[in-house]
């Protein structure tokens, strides 16, 4: 569990102009999780993305309790709006 | 997913000579929303999670309304007033599957796809449409009132 995880983070739409831009790169400590990932995002812009956004981790919904591993790229989806 | 949707070709990718019917639904560009003139709506995408969310909901369509014969297509970028920005065909046997096939599958399409709608308004304003904002408007159904 040594070592540091690296992890990208992507924003879309609404969060993506808040925050002024679409991939935060993030290096988190080993046995860190999505919740941890997301808390590391906001610390950069607390107001631009909500406390608990809808998380992806490698293109599924996730919850923010699962551990991260190197490489792994999470997403935080803003209400979804297709159609 | 940024090229007009031939709803045609759609159409014959999944006509089959066991299905009696085929039924399409198409979304298109509104002009109009919360009283605000729109001109136009941009559509952006979590592509990758996109594709995988849609074909998951293809997979339990099929399963649900037992047809092999069902497809979606979602265009993204700019769209003009009346392009269509989704279109799904579903053919069956029978006409009543096929109808809930894509009733199905554009509501679950609504719920979780990776998609996000930027509306483009006369004014010249954009804003990034959020369903859990405007669902929070509650308007009295003339229907209810009907009963007694």
């Known amino acids: 569990m040594a070592g540091e995880v690296p992890v990208k983070a992507l924003l879309f739409a609404s969060y993506a102009d808040a925050y002024g831009s679409t991939e935060v790169p993030l290096l988190l400590r080993a046995g860190s999780t999505v919740g941890d990932a997301v808390a590391a995002v906001r610390a ?4 631009a993305i909500p406390a608990r956004p809808l998380v992806a981790l490698n293109e599924r919904y996730a919850k923010y309790d699962e551990h991260l591993s190197p490489g792994d790229e999470i997403a935080l989806i803003p209400p979804v709006a297709g159609g | 997913m940024t090229r007009v949707i ?8 999944v006509a089959h000579p066991s299905c009696g019917a085929a039924s399409v639904f198409l979304g298109t560009v509104r002009n109009v929303n ?6 136009g709506i941009e559509y952006r995408g979590y592509e990758p999670m996109a594709v995988r969310e849609i074909t998951g909901i293809l997979s339990r369509a099929r399963d649900r309304f037992g047809t092999e014969h069902i497809v979606v297509e979602h265009r993204l970028g700019l769209l003009g007033l009346g392009e269509v920005s989704i279109a799904i ?9 096929a109808m809930d096939a894509t009733r199905y599958a ?3 399409i609504k719920k979780t796809v990776p998609i996000w709608k930027l509306e483009h308004y006369a004014d010249g304003t954009r804003e990034w449409v959020d369903p859990t904002r405007a669902s929070i408007v509650i308007e009295p159904s003339p229907v209810a009132e009907v009963v007694g």
């Open chain 1, 44 to 47: 950069k812009a607390p107001t």
């Open chain 2, 89 to 97: 065909v579903a053919a069956h046997p029978h006409r009543q599957a």
């Open chain 2, 106 to 108: 554009i509501e679950e």
């Open chain 2, 34 to 39: 919360d009283g605000r003139p729109v001109t």
């Open chain 2, 6 to 13: 031939d709803v045609a070709a759609l159409v014959a990718e």
